[in-house]
């Protein structure tokens, strides 16, 4: 059985991330969506929040399951019997980073490989950042995320208990 992990961030999951999850499990057996609990980010959603969004917006896709860890996405891989990590590319700008990220978990697992699904043109643009960025200056961010992912946004945001200078993802 083939076995992928997707890890990231995903404050919050966007249609672009979405799009590379339902690509790799077209290709894999099995593919386990990693959320990272990286104490050095200040999120907008908690690791708990990340996980129940992911697990809402692909309930439909069978063999995808959602799993918080922390530490290296090669351990990850390897708890979950998986040889590939899954990473999107957008632009350029992701290239290098990624590229030094893959070398290093090469390095650290030569068992496991990266490999990268570039992004859909329609997604290229888009990212968890500029999707809180809108929500925060209350313009529609209806074409980035499912309906159940911009409530919880909105939520957030009306509790006032997030600011934009809160969050350093990228
Ligand atoms: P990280 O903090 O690890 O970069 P993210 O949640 O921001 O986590 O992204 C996870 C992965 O999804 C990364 O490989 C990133 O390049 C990719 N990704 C993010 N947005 C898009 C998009 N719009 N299209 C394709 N891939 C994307």
Redesign the pocket.
């Known amino acids: 059985m083939s076995t992928a992990v997707?890890?990231?961030?995903?404050?919050p999951v966007?249609?672009?991330?979405l799009?590379?999850i339902s690509r790799a499990a077209n290709s894999f057996d099995k593919v386990v969506v990693g959320v990272?609990n990286n104490s050095k980010?200040t999120s907008l959603f908690s690791m708990e929040e990340r996980v129940n969004i992911l697990e809402k917006v692909t309930k439909d896709i069978p063999n995808v399951t959602i799993k918080a860890f922390e530490g290296f996405s090669v351990d990850l891989a390897r708890e979950c019997g998986a040889s590939v990590i899954v990473?999107?590319?957008?632009a350029i700008t992701?290239f290098e980073y990624?590229l030094q990220m893959a070398q290093i978990n090469r390095i650290l697992a030569h068992d496991v490989d990266t490999m990268f699904?570039t992004?859909?043109l329609e997604?290229?643009?888009?990212?968890?950042s500029s999707v809180k960025e809108v929500a925060s200056l209350h313009g529609d961010i209806s074409k980035f995320v499912p309906k159940a992912v911009a409530d919880a946004i909105h939520r957030k945001i009306n509790v006032g208990n997030w600011e934009t200078s809160g969050s350093n993802?990228?």
Not at 14 to 17: C, S
Not at 123 to 128: D, G, H, Q, T
């Open positions: 997707y890890p990231g961030s995903f404050d966007t249609y672009g991330h799009d590379i990272l980010k990473r999107g590319l957008r992701d990624e699904l992004t859909s997604y290229a643009y888009l990212s968890s993802e990228e």
